[in-house]
């Protein structure tokens, strides 16, 4: 019996091939067991097809299943598609529209009997709205048309795109295109009550006040040239527009760059260089520093109604990263409930 395996393991594939051929043949329904003949059930697609109107209405659709909902019966909140991208056109501070690579996140709430919506009318309304200038405002009409649609009573929508600025150098007459990370996002309520948000990523360098005064200790008092730690740093502001209010994504750049100061380069020469290691002599900061200045600036500007400030210094001195996290404090509005610390790595 054991030279009978140990026969069978020495065996070719082609000759297991030939043994597997010599067994009983299994039915086969979708390809042809012989040649010169047709397999059970054909298959073919027919381009030449046109769906008429009686065809169209005679489609099956599962909603008319008496028991078309699956689980417990009641509502969802959220449920639509996400990550579908196309072009869109958003206004920009200088007034000429700027095209960009769009990635759409649409939901709407699901009431309880309800089995499902029609994911493509999410899609297709963008599509009947791409020649739109976007801005948060804009995201009203698109709701609107979803929750008619649909027959929704709350609708969120999501837009994630990367919006370019001109960068121009410290001290030379150099100039680059930084590309930052922005988020337009818009909920519609049940009452009617519209929401409008824009996220914003920053990305800038942080010079430890600590380390510092110590390489200054370690050159006065005993002679030894030391560098203080710096580290590239990202805040990402998530902030509520006030009703009536516009707010440009220039506008939240320009309260980054006010508050932090030490924005990364695009473009250096040396004179461009030397210039950004004072900017970040002078303006040292700690990450708990970061995220007050920048609430300085946001909670002075009145149309800002709410605001989240999330900071995350790369940490050259420590394997870990010093975070910090502020809101505005509204009543009922947004928490420093942020946790997604990794999203900040830069």
Request: glycine share 4%; charged share 25%.
């Amino acid at each position: 019996m054991k030279k009978a395996k140990q026969s069978a393991a020495k065996q070719t594939p082609a000759a297991r091939v030939t043994r597997r051929e010599g067994a009983a043949k299994k039915s086969l329904y979708l390809h042809r067991e012989k040649a010169q003949t047709s397999a059970k059930i054909a298959r073919s697609y027919d381009a030449a097809f046109k769906a008429t109107p009686a065809y169209l209405e005679s489609l099956p659709d599962v909603m008319d299943a008496v028991d078309a909902v699956e689980g417990a019966n009641t509502p969802i909140q959220q449920v639509g598609v996400s990550n579908f991208k196309l072009p869109l056109r958003y206004a920009t501070k200088a007034g000429k529209p700027v095209e960009l690579e769009t990635s759409v996140t649409g939901t709407v709430s699901l009431e309880a009997n309800l089995k499902g919506i029609n994911m493509s009318r999410i899609m297709r309304s963008f599509y009947e709205h791409r020649n739109e200038v976007f801005t948060p405002a804009v995201l009203k009409k698109v709701l609107n048309e979803h929750r008619e649609r649909i027959g929704s009573l709350d609708a969120r929508i999501r837009l994630s795109f990367s919006y370019p600025l001109v960068q121009h150098s410290l001290r030379s007459a150099l100039a680059g295109y930084r590309y930052y990370s922005v988020v337009y996002e818009g909920w519609l309520g049940r009452e009617g009550a519209f929401r409008q948000f824009i996220e914003f990523d920053f990305v800038y360098s942080s010079a430890c006040p600590c380390s510092a005064e110590l390489a200054e200790h370690a050159r006065d008092v005993r002679g030894t040239y030391a560098l203080a730690h710096s580290q590239r740093s990202k805040t990402r502001l998530r902030v509520e527009i006030a009703d009536g209010k516009k707010l440009a994504i220039e506008d939240l750049h320009a309260h980054c760059l006010a508050a932090l100061r030490t924005e990364t380069q695009v473009m250096v020469k040396r004179e461009d260089e030397q210039a950004f290691a004072e900017l970040n002599g002078t303006y040292l900061k700690f990450v708990e520093d970061a995220a007050r200045l920048l609430f300085e600036q946001l909670d002075a500007d009145p149309r800002i109604k709410d605001f989240q400030v999330a900071c995350s210094h790369l940490e050259s001195l420590h394997s870990h990263d010093a975070v910090s996290v502020i809101c505005k404090g509204v009543r009922g509005g947004m928490t420093a409930d942020f946790s997604n610390f990794r999203s900040l790595v830069c």
